[in-house]
């Protein structure tokens, strides 16, 4: 059983920066591919960034140029780097980590960008 944990959410201002983490436990981490996706109030749940197992990444248009998702997958840890943040950037992000046919997801973290 994997369970992921997010954190480094808080309260920033426009064009500030977060930097969260999603820390995994049990095995097999360097085989599972994890991505990032968020969820603001009243909208559906969003796919922000992904990374493979190999180290491909992709990302929602939205945050290209913005947002950088890697991974140590020594420490079992995902990372997704925001820079110049916006206020529709506000939502709970969500870690998720995919192998096969399994599935796991974080508690999620928020994030809220606001003066």
């Known amino acids: 059983q994997v369970q992921l944990v997010e954190s480094g959410g808080g309260l920033v201002q426009p064009g500030g920066s977060l930097r969260l983490s999603c820390a995994a436990s049990?095995?097999?981490?360097?085989?599972?591919?994890m991505g990032w996706y968020r969820q603001a109030p009243g909208k559906q749940r969003e796919l922000v960034a992904a990374?493979?197992?190999?180290?491909?990444?992709n990302y929602a248009d939205s945050v290209k140029g913005r947002f950088t998702i890697s991974r140590d997958n020594a420490k079992k840890t995902v990372f997704l780097q925001m820079n110049s943040l916006k206020p529709e950037d506000t939502a709970v992000y969500y870690c998720?980590?995919?192998?096969?046919?399994?599935?796991?997801w974080g508690k999620g973290t928020l994030v809220t960008v606001s003066s």
């Open positions: 049990g095995s097999g981490f360097s085989s599972y591919a």
């Open positions: 990374i493979t197992s190999g180290g491909s990444t």
């Open positions: 998720r980590g995919t192998y096969g046919l399994m599935e796991y």
